[in-house]
Every structure is written in structure tokens, then in C-alpha cells.
């Protein structure tokens, strides 16, 4: 992203939090701010850019909201006026940052989880529907209507944006988790497409900083930036030369960023003398050690299965089942690991690409091979990526015809 | 609520058919959207210079060698499914194989079948 984005991007949200705040109506301030964005276009270069770029715009869009309310000619002219300028300082340099409990808002319980990721990177970031639509993989007119659904809501319910304190941790963890399902909308796009159709890493990243900033003492907060700096470090030694899918266990390290993985230990670091352990510190901690055995060598696979056994009791979500399921198979066996990929749900595991993934790995090494192969189709028919899929195909083409191995010896269990 | 999944290749797409690696992706994906129940139907379809086209202009039949529209993208096979929404449907349209070789899906929402 270059500096002018970045600044748009971080004065876009700071206005919009301010702005929408004061009025808990969002969909009415973001077409304020547009409004006072595009009078700053027009205006600032005949007439120069204002010493305070933000307090213009914040005072112009101000000025919008009261022009909009003045046009709907409601009776709550007076009210919208006096929401706005409530501890008015824009004219002065300095005005708060209210992102947080914008943030907060997007998380809420009466939002639709499905709707609090695109809902935060819109009000946020300011990105545009369609944008958002393409990388979460939603038509484009579903993820309009429900961004204006959730809106409407939040204006119409009159959803609040303080947080009680006994809610604080719980919608922290709404928030991140959002955040994190930004980030998985781009993990899975191996091959790095063009800007437009690519996930949302870089975003994700960006929130995640933001949220540690804003809630510094919230250790899950520097969990999540920490997980996500891990695994950006080894986005690109991902794909060879050739654009082939590389899995974690054969990739190049000296390919890994040797900057991302410092920060990333420095505030996982952080995070653990905090003292309270959550799910994403523990996803972090994973991915560390999965990093530390590739560069040594020696892979300690009895610390890891510990770290899956306290992530799958405090998080048992379907993903951590199924990567619980093999790291179980590393310490214990294969037939371990399968044991618990069967106990999972076949209505939740039917359409979950890594689950078959996993099955077909563990099927094949305790020599069930036609199971495998069926399993491996099930997983390259869910696979979006094509080098993923390529990868899986050559797997499963390198089974051969052979038939079952009898026994389950093959693989030293 | 069911979808028509309606595949659209390019001439290269249905050329290279014939490619072991396409044919195994292509039998794995069934295989999924149906082992996932969420299949209902469906076939791939043979080149579209093998279509026969009808209709009847002012009362008289008219029968016509080739597709009735001229694209660069041909109909090349179908999916009738049957999932909870519209982001299911897209989530198996973007695993259709076809689409990594240039092609296109259309999701297109089927109507209520009568009672």
C-alpha cells in the first residue's frame, strides 16, 4: 500500500468513528465524509490545501450532516445539530479517535456475524462493497443490502457504541475474530492475483495493529497481529518459481521474512507477560514452533500437540479439530489422528476442504489407499486454488493403482 | 433453495478436455458436490457444434445446425443444486474446476418447482 492510501485509509476511519458517533447513524455519515471528500477534491486545488486537512473535512462533513437533516426536514434538525458539535474541537489540531468503539459496534451480538467483517472494513477502511464482495466471495448487490441492512439497524435500534465493561472482553474477541476472517479471505489465494479479486491480508494486518493500539492491554489483540505476521512471513514461499503450491513442511525458510517473524516473536513476547493465555496467543505460539522446526530441523512435535490440546479445549472450532487431529497423528499414529477426524460431524466436515485434506494424508500413510483416493477427491473437488489442487492431484496420482497395504505397519505405528 | 451452476468454456477449454489433469479435477469436484448432498443434477455437455437448435417463427418450424447464440463462450455443462443460500452456491461455483482454465460460472437461482 503506498503512504498516500495508508493516510486516506487512517484518516477515512478516524473521521467516519467521530462523525458516526455522535449521530449512531453510519450510513448518514459516510455519505457526509463522501460528500466533504469530494468538495475537498474540487476546492483544495484552487484553493489550497488547508493547514488541517482532517479538521476541514471534518467540519465539512459535519456541515453535510446537518444540510441532510435540514433537507429530510426532520423535527431532529435541532437534535443532528447538536449531536455534531458536541466537544467541538475540530477547528483546534487535535480531535480524539473514537475507531474503537466503532469497532466495538460492528462486533455487536444484534449484528449478524456474517456481516461484522464487511461492516468493519467498510466503516473502518472505507473500502467499497464490491471490493469486499469479491474477496469474502459474496455477490456484490447481497453484501450492499446487508451493509445497509446492519446500518439501518444500528440507527433504527439505536445500537449503542459504549461497551460495558462486563461485555468488554467478549466483544473484544467479536472484533478480532472479525478481523481474522478478513485475513483468511486472502490467506487461501495461493497464487496472488491481481489487487482487485486478492484477499484482504493487508487490511487485516492494518486492522490488527489499529486494535492493538487501541486496546493495548488486551493480550488476544497481540495474539492475533502476532498469528497473522507468522503467517504472512511465509505467504510467498508458498508458490515456486513455476506458481506450484508449496505445503508449510517443504518450503525454502531463507524464503520466510526474516522482519515479519521478529515482529511477530516480539509481540507474541508481549502478549504472554500479559499473563492471560487465550485461543489466538495459543494459534501464534503454533505457528512459532512450526516456523522454529523448520529452521532447526528438530521438530518437537510433543510441544505442539500440547499447544492443539489447550487450543481445541478453549477454541473447538472446526479448523482446530481437524489440525488437533493431526498433530495428535504425529505424537500418537495415524489411526489416532483419524479417530478424531471421525468424531467430527460429517454435516460440519462434508463441505471443509482441510478436513479431507487431513483424512486422505492420514488414510494414506496407515495404508487404506482406496479410502485415500476417495478422500483426496473429496478435498481436490473442494479445493478454489488451483495450485492447491494441482498439488493434491499429484499426490493422489502418486498412490498409483496400487492396492490397499493390509495391515497398518506401513508407516512405523 | 436451488441454483443452476451453468458452466461456460472457451474453444481452448473445451479442447483441452482431453488432459489427464483436467479430467481428474473434473472427477473429484463431482465427486465432492455430490458426496456433499448438495447435487441434485446434471451433466457436462458435448461441443456445442454438435447442438441441433428449434424454434417456430410465425407458425413455421425452423431446424438449425449450432448453438442459437454464437459466443466465444460455450454452455459446457450444469450443476442443479441444492443449498442453504446464494454464498453456498458461489462458494462451489469458485471451486469448479473450469474457472482455472479461463472458463465462467453463471449461479442462477431456479424457480420454485410447482406443488
Known amino acids: ?233 511465509r505467504a510467498e514461499a508458498r508458490r515456486g518459481e513455476d506458481g506450484a503450491y508449496i505445503p508449510l513442511t517443504e518450503q525454502d525458510p531463507s524464503r520466510w521474512d526474516p522482519h515479519r517473524i521478529a515482529e511477530a516473536e516480539a509481540i507474541l513476547t508481549e502478549a504472554a507477560r500479559m499473563g492471560r493465555v487465550g485461543p489466538l496467543q495459543l494459534e501464534a505460539a503454533i505457528q512459532s514452533a512450526h516456523l522454529d522446526a523448520r529452521r532447526s530441523g528438530a521438530r518437537d512435535d510433543r510441544a505442539l500437540s500440547l499447544l492443539y490440546e489447550a487450543l481445541v479445549q478453549m477454541a473447538p472450532t472446526l479448523g482446530v479439530r481437524v489440525a488437533h487431529a493431526v498433530a495428535v497423528s504425529k505424537t500418537e499414529g495415524p489411526a489416532r489422528g483419524l479417530e478424531r477426524l471421525d468424531a467430527i460431524e460429517p454435516s460440519r466436515s462434508d463441505d471443509y476442504q482441510p478436513y479431507w485434506s487431513a483424512r486422505a494424508h492420514l488414510l494414506e500413510r496407515i495404508g487404506r489407499l482406496d479410502d485415500a483416493r476417495d478422500a483426496y477427491d473429496r478435498a481436490i473437488g473442494l479445493t478454489e486454488e488451483d495450485g492447491v489442487r494441482r498439488w493434491l492431484l499429484a499426490r493422489k496420482r502418486a498412490l498409483g493403482a496400487t492396492a490397499d497395504v493390509s495391515g497398518a505397519n506401513r508407516d512405523g505405528m | 433453495m436451488r441454483y443452476a451452476l451453468l458452466v461456460y468454456e472457451t474453444e481452448a477449454c473445451v479442447k483441452g478436455r482431453d488432459d489427464p489433469e483436467y479430467q481428474a479435477a473434473y472427477t473429484a469436484y463431482i465427486k465432492a458436490i455430490y458426496g456433499s448432498g448438495v447435487a441434485v443434477g446434471g451433466s457436462g455437455l458435448q461441443d456445442a457444434a454438435t447442438t441441433t437448435t428449434f424454434r417456430l417463427v410465425g407458425g413455421e418450424r425452423h431446424i438449425q445446425d449450432g448453438p442459437f447464440a454464437d459466443t466465444k463462450e460455450q454452455l459446457a455443462g450444469f450443476f442443479l443444486i441444492d443449498v442453504p443460500n446464494l454464498d453456498k452456491a458461489l462458494e462451489w461455483a469458485a471451486r469448479c474446476p473450469s474457472t482455472a482454465r479461463g472458463g465462467i460460472v453463471e449461479v442462477r437461482p431456479a424457480l420454485e418447482q410447482p406443488q
Not at chain 1, 462486533?107 to 456475524?113: F, G, S, T
Open chain 1, 1 to 233: 500500500m503506498d503512504p498516500a492510501e495508508l493516510a486516506a485509509r487512517a484518516s477515512y476511519g478516524r473521521l467516519l468513528s467521530i462523525l458516526a458517533v455522535r449521530t449512531h447513524d453510519l450510513a448518514g455519515a459516510e455519505d457526509a465524509l463522501a460528500e466533504a471528500f469530494l468538495a475537498a477534491v474540487t476546492q483544495w486545488p484552487s484553493e489550497g490545501v488547508p493547514r488541517n486537512p482532517e479538521a476541514w473535512l471534518l467540519t465539512a462533513a459535519r456541515r453535510k450532516l446537518v444540510d441532510a437533516a435540514r433537507r429530510r426536514r426532520t423535527q431532529d434538525e435541532k437534535h443532528v445539530l447538536l449531536q455534531v458539535n458536541v466537544g467541538d474541537a475540530a477547528d483546534g489540531d487535535f480531535f480524539g479517535d473514537e475507531r474503537l468503539r466503532l469497532l466495538f459496534v460492528c462486533a455487536h451480538p444484534a449484528i449478524d456475524a456474517a456481516v461484522r467483517t464487511p461492516l468493519m472494513l467498510q466503516t473502518v477502511l472505507g473500502l467499497d462493497a464490491a471490493r469486499i464482495a469479491t474477496a469474502l466471495r459474496v455477490a456484490p448487490k447481497t453484501m450492499g443490502q446487508r451493509l445497509w441492512r446492519a446500518k439501518t439497524k444500528i440507527r433504527d435500534a439505536r445500537i449503542s457504541f459504549d461497551v460495558p465493561a462486563e461485555e468488554l472482553s467478549a466483544r473484544s474477541f467479536a472484533v478480532l475474530e472479525a478481523i481474522y476472517a478478513a485475513y483468511g479471505s486472502g490467506w487461501e489465494d495461493v497464487s496472488g492475483r491481481a489487487a482487485a479479486s486478492r484477499g484482504l491480508t493487508e487490511e487485516a494486518i492494518w486492522l490488527a495493529r489499529l486494535t492493538v493500539r487501541l486496546l493495548p492491554e488486551e493480550p488476544e489483540a497481540r495474539g492475533l497481529l502476532a498469528l497473522m505476521l507468522y503467517a504472512e512471513a
